[in-house]
C-alpha cells in the first residue's frame, strides 16, 4: 500500500518569505501526485497535481511542485508567500493500477504573518 | 453549478442514535467517496464507489455502511452512535480515472456524546 509522509506539521513564515513543504510517498510503482489546499472554513481544493511529463508542474497561487522520482518526492514550493496562503497543505498519492484511491499525508499547517 | 453538498455540517447526537450523514453531487461524476479526517491526522478513506450499485470498503474500517442508489447521491450510515464515532466526514467525487482530481464537500463535523 502507498504511504505519504509530510514531515512539516507546522510552518511560520512572514509575507514575502520562501515556501517549501516536504511530501515523500512509499510505492515502487507509477503514480500520480497531488497536492491540495483548504483554506479556513473552505472545502479542500487542488492546488497542483503530477501524473507524467514535465516532473516541474504548476498550479493555481504561483504555487509549484517538483516530482523527483529517485527520491519520491514531491515538494511544494512558493517563492514569495502572502497573508492569503495562510491554510492547510495535504499531499497525495494514488496508484495508477488498482483502485485509484488516494492516500493523504497528515497536513502542514501554514501560518503566514503579515 | 456542480457543485458537491453535504448536510448537516454539524451534528451532535447522543450514544446509540442512529444517523445518515447526505452527500450530493451535481458534478456528473461516477465515483464517490467517504473520508474520516481527525485533528492532525490525514484523511483515511471509509467507503467509496465506482458508480450506482457499487459499494466498496476503503483502508480505515469503519462500521458505517453506504449505499449508491442514484449517481448523485451517496449517503453514510451508522446505525448506532458512539463516541469513538466523533470526528470530521469528508464526502468526494471524481471521473474514474487514476489522475482525476477528487472535488470535495464541506464536511459533517460529527460529535457523539
Known amino acids: 500500500a502507498q504511504s505519504v509522509s509530510q514531515h512539516n506539521h507546522h510552518v511560520i513564515l512572514s509575507e514575502a518569505a520562501s515556501l517549501e513543504l516536504g511530501c515523500n510517498y512509499s510505492y515502487g510503482g507509477t503514480v500520480n501526485l497531488f497536492w491540495y489546499v483548504q483554506y479556513p472554513g473552505q472545502h479542500l481544493q487542488l492546488l497542483l497535481k503530477y501524473f507524467s511529463g514535465d516532473p516541474l508542474v504548476k498550479g493555481i497561487k504561483g504555487f509549484e511542485a517538483e516530482f523527483i522520482k529517485s527520491k519520491f518526492s514531491f515538494n511544494l514550493r512558493k517563492p514569495s508567500v502572502q497573508w492569503s496562503d495562510t491554510a492547510e497543505y495535504f499531499c497525495?498519492?494514488?496508484?495508477?493500477?488498482?483502485?485509484?484511491?488516494?492516500?493523504f499525508g497528515t497536513g502542514t499547517r501554514l501560518t503566514v504573518i503579515p | 453549478e456542480a457543485d458537491i453538498y453535504q448536510t448537516p455540517r454539524y451534528l451532535v447526537i447522543g450514544t446509540g442514535k442512529k444517523i445518515t450523514l447526505e452527500c450530493s453531487q451535481t458534478m456528473g461524476h461516477d465515483k464517490m467517496y467517504w473520508y474520516q479526517q481527525d485533528p492532525g491526522m490525514e484523511l483515511h478513506l471509509i467507503h467509496y464507489s465506482y458508480g450506482v450499485n457499487s459499494t466498496e470498503k476503503g483502508d480505515l474500517s469503519s462500521e458505517s455502511t453506504v449505499s449508491r442508489i442514484r449517481t448523485e447521491h451517496f449517503p453514510l450510515t451508522l446505525e448506532s452512535a458512539r463516541p469513538s464515532h466523533t470526528s470530521q466526514y469528508l464526502c468526494?467525487?471524481?471521473?474514474?480515472?487514476?489522475?482525476?482530481?477528487?472535488?470535495f464537500g464541506p464536511g459533517t463535523r460529527l460529535t457523539v456524546l
Open positions: 468526494a467525487s471524481s471521473l474514474d480515472r487514476g489522475h482525476s482530481e477528487q472535488f
Open positions: 497525495a498519492v494514488n496508484a495508477e493500477t488498482g483502485a485509484n484511491n488516494l492516500f
